[in-house]
């Protein structure tokens, strides 16, 4: 098992320019989720999903966008990277009957907007 | 108030030494009390955790919860270098549908050699 993929690792972009955040999860989780790590702020809920087809806003969505086409891929979209939007992007998955919701993450996108 | 609260440090301890990490929370309700360790530039990863109040042991790590004063500790015995990492708590309650851990801002971890 790969686990939890994420593409890239690194980005630099600046204002104004759109991009996608790829999130791949071969264990067959339902619960699908993207984080933002800011210094001193801890992991930030962006938005999740509870199946395919099925996605809601988490604590801080706004300037992001989410699918869920199928149960293995989540991809995040940045509509128009802002310099605030710099942060480390950790995507997380996890079987929803899980009694204690362990949840598996990915490497990272480590993201600068200039 | 946030809903749990953690020193984010850094908290920086001799090789050997015996360390504990805290977090307070203010729901009554989470029922579930992990510990998830970051490696520097890695994804989280869980540590362990306990469900309800007591103690659990794995190791040289011990896990308490005291739901009374909604506090969580993770004690770490004879602490070695390769356990510098920051350490997230994040308790969660199952009657929660929409399956969201709430972080702890991540106490940072440093074992000097």
Request: charged share 15%.
């Given at each position: 098992?790969?686990?939890?993929?994420?593409?890239?690792?690194f980005?630099?972009?600046?204002?104004?320019?759109?991009?996608?955040?790829?999130?791949?999860?071969?264990?067959?989780?339902e619960?699908m989720?993207?984080?933002?790590?800011?210094?001193?702020m801890?992991?930030?809920?962006?938005?999740?999903?509870?199946?395919a087809?099925?996605?809601?806003?988490?604590?801080?969505?706004?300037?992001y966008?989410?699918?869920?086409s199928t149960?293995?891929d989540?991809?995040?979209?940045?509509?128009?990277?802002?310099?605030?939007?710099?942060s480390?992007?950790?995507?997380?998955?996890?079987l929803v009957?899980?009694?204690?919701n362990?949840?598996f993450?990915?490497?990272?996108?480590?993201?600068?907007?200039? | 108030?946030?809903?749990v609260?953690?020193d984010?440090?850094?908290?920086s301890?001799?090789?050997g030494?015996?360390?504990?990490?805290?977090?307070?929370?203010?729901?009554?309700?989470?029922?579930?009390?992990?510990?998830?360790?970051?490696?520097?530039?890695k994804?989280?990863?869980?540590?362990?955790?306990t469900?309800?109040?007591?103690?659990?042991?794995d190791g040289?790590?011990?896990?308490?919860?005291?739901?009374s004063s909604?506090?969580?500790?993770?004690?770490?015995?004879?602490?070695?270098?390769?356990?510098?990492?920051?350490?997230?708590?994040?308790?969660?309650?199952?009657?929660?549908?929409?399956y969201?851990?709430?972080?702890?801002?991540?106490?940072k971890?440093?074992i000097?050699?």
């Open positions: 098992n790969a686990g939890v993929t994420q593409t890239p690792k980005q630099v972009l600046k204002t104004g320019q759109s991009m996608t955040l790829q999130c791949a999860q071969d264990m067959n989780h619960y989720s993207w984080y933002r790590q800011d210094p001193g801890g992991l930030r809920l962006i938005h999740y999903s509870v199946g087809g099925i996605t809601d806003q988490g604590e801080v969505p706004n300037g966008n989410v699918s869920r149960t293995e989540f991809p995040l979209r940045l509509l128009s990277a802002a310099p605030s939007q710099t480390v992007y950790f995507c997380a998955s996890s009957e899980s009694s204690y362990e949840q993450f990915g490497p990272g996108t480590r993201l600068t907007v200039l | 108030q946030k809903e609260e953690q984010p440090g850094p908290l301890v001799p090789e030494a015996i360390v504990s990490l805290n977090c307070t929370y203010s729901n009554s309700a989470f029922q579930y009390f992990m510990w998830y360790r970051q490696y520097s530039r994804g989280p990863e869980l540590l362990m955790y469900y309800s109040s007591g103690n659990k042991e040289r790590f011990t896990a308490q919860v005291d739901k909604k506090y969580i500790s993770l004690f770490i015995r004879d602490s070695q270098p390769s356990d510098s990492a920051t350490y997230l708590c994040a308790p969660w309650g199952a009657m929660d549908s929409n969201q851990l709430i972080w702890g801002a991540g106490t971890l440093i000097k050699p």
